[in-house]
Nanobody, 122 residues
Framework: QVQLVESGGGLVQAGGSLRLSCAASQRTFRLYGMGWFRQVPGKEREFVAAILWSGGVIYYADSVKGRFTISRDNAKNTVYLQMNTLKPEDTAVYYC???????????????WGQGTQVTVSS
């Protein structure tokens, strides 16, 4: 069983930055892709960014391209999401996910963190 623990959320003004971290309890060869999703009440979980543990392939949602950067530190089993130029519409609970495939759909991921709240004030 893989556990994912997110941290780094909080309250920030529009235009500000936050860095989210996702620490995995272990790395196995079954873990192929790591993704970040976000969700607001009443809406479906939305893809934000994804990266391979081995690197080289990265996906971003159009809404965050040029503002967010996903990266990983394999030695620490940790994936990061650097969020710059934040907007009020980025407000959501952000979830880290891991699974055997690298994709943009939530159902492609097997393991999920508990989520961390990001609130961007205008």
């Amino acid at each position: 069983q893989v556990q994912l623990v997110e941290s780094g959320g909080g309250l920030v003004q529009a235009g500000g930055s936050l860095r989210l971290s996702c620490a995995a309890s272990q790395r196995t060869f079954r873990l192929y892709g790591m993704g970040w999703f976000r969700q607001v009440p009443g809406k479906e979980r939305e893809f934000v960014a994804a990266i391979l543990w081995s690197g080289g392939v990265i996906y971003y949602a159009d809404s965050v391209k040029g503002r967010f950067t996903i990266s990983r530190d394999n030695a620490k089993n940790t994936v990061y999401l650097q969020m710059n130029t934040l907007k009020p519409e980025d407000t959501a609970v952000y979830y880290c996910a891991a699974g055997p495939n690298l994709g943009t759909v939530a159902t492609e991921y097997v393991y999920w963190g508990q989520g961390t709240q990001v609130t961007v004030s205008s």
